[in-house]
């Protein structure tokens, strides 16, 4: 069962991918944050790179929102969101899950596809969901444990496991998405 605390943090953050401010989570809302992300860097619709950043925004929704839609009417309230972490986290997942499901997650933060998320990519992100540039200075602090001013696909998967399973109100992962 998710504690008060994981429930208040983790709606924070449905309510945050809620681009479209309806309630829902829902693949427009990703077509959204991809169109926002295209526009702070300056990719012009109709290019490749623009449906290239558009397509891994649709892949994060198909593979780790659209499991959540239990009633399969393409929309995740926030219940069903709160339920299917709580699966998640009740599944204790390896390392080798984390880095399979947040693989799509990383690969749309990830602009120049190098295989690391320096702070201007996870700015860029976190702008897209309408979080500020001192936000994403933060956030990048607390989930870049080596403090070599990258992102690996480890910190990455690790911190995002421990964004949703944490239950300690001190531990840094808590500020994956600046939130909290
Ligand atoms: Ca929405
Ligand atoms: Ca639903
Ligand atoms: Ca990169
Ligand atoms: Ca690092």
Do not use: C
């Not at 080798?96 to 690391?116: H, P, Q, Y």
């Not at 540039?133 to 998967?157: C, H, P, Q, V």
Request: charged share 30%; hydrophobic share 35%.
């Amino acid at each position: 069962m998710l504690t008060e605390f994981q429930k208040r943090k983790l709606s924070l953050r449905f309510y945050m991918a809620d681009t479209s401010k309806d309630g829902m989570v829902e693949l427009a809302d990703f077509e959204q944050q991809g169109q926002k992300v295209a526009e702070l860097i300056g990719i012009q619709p109709g290019s490749t790179e623009y449906e290239k950043i558009i397509s891994t925004y649709v892949a994060n929704w198909e593979i780790y929102w659209k499991p959540a839609d239990a009633d399969g009417d393409n929309k995740i309230t926030v219940d069903e969101y709160l339920k299917s972490a709580d699966i998640l986290i009740a599944e204790n997942t390896g390392k080798k899950t984390k880095l399979r499901v947040n693989k799509a997650f990383f690969d749309s933060i990830d602009l120049d596809r190098d295989g690391e998320i320096t702070l201007n990519e996870y700015t860029i992100y976190l702008k897209a969901v309408g979080r500020s540039e001192e936000d994403a200075k933060m956030a990048f602090s607390k989930i870049d444990t080596n403090g070599d001013g990258k992102l690996s696909r480890d910190e990455f998967a690790t911190a995002l496991y421990d964004y949703h399973a944490s239950n300690d109100p001190q531990a840094p992962a808590n500020r994956f998405f600046s939130l909290y």
